[in-house]
């Protein structure tokens, strides 16, 4: 399984916000749309860095004042690990723990296009999992191919 069987169960939504916006936009649209973190893109659509809720506790930890006033550009995360559409979930999953990240941007022509989470990764595990235990459950489908016509099985067999 890779990124893009994530991508087709969940969709390719991505939400961002440009590096001149404040911390206190960043979060309104964060808790508007529940979710755990925003990519930050420029005028030309290129991704800049990425705001995590992880990012936002360390700016309230350093105790920053005004800081939700202060522009995400000066506060996000600036070297971005990415993941493309054909990298396997194992591969996501390692860059995420060898990182200490649960968000990757998903590049395509050097766009981010989607946003995967750690959360994604077992959902659609499970998913895959589920489908292969309905298809073991399934009964049997016979399937017969009239008389004067034979099954390919039997089409197939080399004569002797």
């Known amino acids: 399984m890779n990124v893009s069987a994530i ?3 969940k969709g390719e939504a991505i939400f ?12 309104r649209l ?3 749309r529940r979710i755990g973190s925003v990519t930050v893109t420029d005028d030309d659509d290129r991704l800049v860095g990425i705001l995590s809720e992880r990012d936002m506790v360390r700016i309230l930890n350093d105790g920053q004042r005004g800081s939700r006033d202060l522009p995400v550009g000066e506060l996000c995360t600036r070297s971005v690990i990415t993941c493309r559409e054909d990298n396997s979930i194992e591969d996501v999953m390692t860059l995420m723990s060898n990182n200490g990240i649960r968000h990757l941007p998903v590049m395509r022509d050097g766009r981010a ?6 959360r994604d990764v077992p959902d659609a595990q499970k ?6 235990c309905s298809i073991r459950s399934a009964p049997t489908v016979w399937c017969c191919a009239p008389r004067n016509r034979p099954s390919r099985r039997t089409a197939a067999r080399p004569s002797s």
């Open 16 to 27: 961002s916000v440009h590096p001149e916006s404040t911390l206190r936009e960043a979060v």
């Open 7 to 9: 991508l087709r169960r």
């Open 127 to 132: 998913e895959a999992l589920l489908a292969i």
């Open 113 to 118: 296009v989607a946003m995967i989470s750690a």
């Open 30 to 32: 964060m808790v508007e």
